[in-house]
């Protein structure tokens, strides 16, 4: 087998947040222990509810804040210390899309320039050639010239967002990190967006990690899909069978909790209570206060992601403790 | 039967740019409505409209009916007998409805003492059977609490209290959890069907999610550029959707299991307002277009029990079908 373009081995990020004006700093636990490789050319998706580790992941994994613990390796070398000649030149190797595609653009200048910029600031290429470059970008994420020159008040949400893909390709980078890009789109354009991001990474042969809590978007687009829980990786599998066959109590109440056309709610596994605060995690497996099976050795133990068969791995007592007693 | 609600041919505009264009929707009583769209669509304005919510500069015509009474351009004390009595309206945004700085219960009476003409140990036992009706544990307690200190789901939670403090005969619930993740999403769309079945209260529910629609109204009306252009039973408009938009929202849509495939995508994007395509205004993004889209916007016709379509087409091949049925 190839090596894989990204290996990510227990990294770790925990922040101090106060709460309350007098209240005592406590640390919350963002990512916790998440190892993850993505092969060259494949896509791994990473789903959860908001504030479960996803953003933060995505950042430790570009190398745009250092984890506490832990190492991310790029292309079989770790991630160079930032600032450095090394660093630069791995950067340059990746790039990131994030939700928002206004925030990430300048109103006062026309797209076209900034689609230009990277090439700009690592000398590129002639002028010419990276006005032919800019031209070409434009047309692999299905736009015109003539959509260069707009500002990015002129142009549709959708459109807005090809234009931030087209500036992340600029460069011709291999990896690829995309945070909820298309979360803010209306489905008949986040269909559009998706297809072209499966198309380019086709073409260009892209790494790519998806984040979303939308379970449809990230099967679609994804080899293997990731499931986290409060900062730590409940469940990992084949796209293709893994919100099929959940066997996380979490992930069978995500699949559960996805509306589907066609079905009515009858059946459907309501939880209980919010998701725990980050900050007081509980013990054992973060998710039993709210899991309708659990027993008493889940407020105790911590489960540790075990493989259970197949290309699937999963974090719970129930589900490996059973896996346990059938092969003896 | 009369209908509880029945809108008619209601147009908004502003600043003279039409964004809604004639809307007709039938509600009956205890009925669950589903409104899907892309954002923009007017879904939001036509019940803005309907309940005298808009701002001034806002151009509204057509006839909206309440047990057969207008209540389109009536008079402001009307207005407020309706609003938040017989009709009650909760946002997105739960937050940005409540007063920061009053505790629950403070808000929650004044609701009941504006709407339902309670007082004093009346107000407080009914303030609290509300709380505990939403699903707020110790509810006796928490009515105390100021908004902020409740989750995203409570503040959700609370501000259907509020709205159920009229004892309302229609709850208008526009996008209640879009901000709202997909477990919380779930906890909350069941606590309003359990409601609804409980209290017979109508219900329209405003989403741009489709399954969110599917799974929770009777029936779903499908909106395009302030116009409806698909309605029918929910089961039905999913199996089998007819207006080539209604379709293309359906083919847009990820599937969660079963074999990937690629997903057929609307080409292009909504019309501007400003600039409406003449004809049917999905037409440039219509695959099955043809001359006679462009000529003329299509209305909205019936073309079997309980289902209605505004697309030449597919009134034209409906039609054909049903004769043949028919045959
Ligand atoms: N820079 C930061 N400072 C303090 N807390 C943070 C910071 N970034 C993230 N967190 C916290 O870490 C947790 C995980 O956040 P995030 O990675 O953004 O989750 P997700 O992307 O899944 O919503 C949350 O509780 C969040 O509040
Ligand atoms: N107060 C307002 N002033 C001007 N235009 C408005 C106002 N409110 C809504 N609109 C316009 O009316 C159209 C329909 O909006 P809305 O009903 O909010 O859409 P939806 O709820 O379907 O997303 C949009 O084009 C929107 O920009
Ligand atoms: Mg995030
Ligand atoms: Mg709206």
New interface residues.
Partial sequence: MNAPLVAVSAISRSYSMRSGMFGRAAAVHAVDGVSLTIPRGETLGLVG??GSGKSTTGRIVLGLEPPDHGEVRFDGKPMAAPGTATWRAQRARMQMIFQDPLGALDRRLPVGTQIREPLDIHGLGTPGEREERVRELLRDVELTPAHGARYPGAL?G??RQRIVLAQALATKPDFLVCDEPVSAL???????V??LL?DLQAQLSLTLLFIS?D???V??ISNVVAVMYLGRIVEIGL???L??QPEHPYTQ?????????????AG?I??AG??PNPAARPNGCAFHP?CPRAIARCAQEVPVLSAVGGNRQVACHLVTGAATRDAA | MQPLVSIADLRVAFNGVPVLRGVDIALQKGEALGLVG??GSGKSVTWLAALGLLPRQAKVAGSVLLDGRQILGAPAAELDQVRGGRIAMIFQDPASALNPVLTIRRQLSEALALHRDLSGETVKAEARRLLDLVGIPDAARRLSAYPHEF?G??VQRIMIAMALAGNPDLLIADEPTTAL???????I??LL?SIRREMGMAMVLIS?????V???CDRVAVMYAGRIVEQAPS?QL??DPVHPYAQ???????????P?R??????G??PDPAHMPAGCAFAPRCALAEEPCGLAAPTLVPIANERSVACVRAEASRRALLRIAAE
Avoid: W
Wanted: glycine share 8%.
């Fill in positions: 509810e908001s549709s959708g459109q209306d489905v008949s354009i986040q269909a559009q998706v297809n499966c809590h379970l449809r978007v099967r679609q796209a293709d069978d919100f099929a109440a995500l699949v559960s909790a996805s509306p589907a056309p066609g079905r009515r709610s459907r309501v939880l919010d998701p709210r | 892309e954002s989750s789901g409570q993740d997909a477990t919380i999403q779930a906890q769309l069941e069907s741009h999610d489709l399954g969110v599917a799974e929770n089961h999913f199996a293309g929202l359906i083919g847009a849509l990820p599937p969660l299991d079963g990937r690629r997903l057929t995508a609307i080409p994007t909504v």
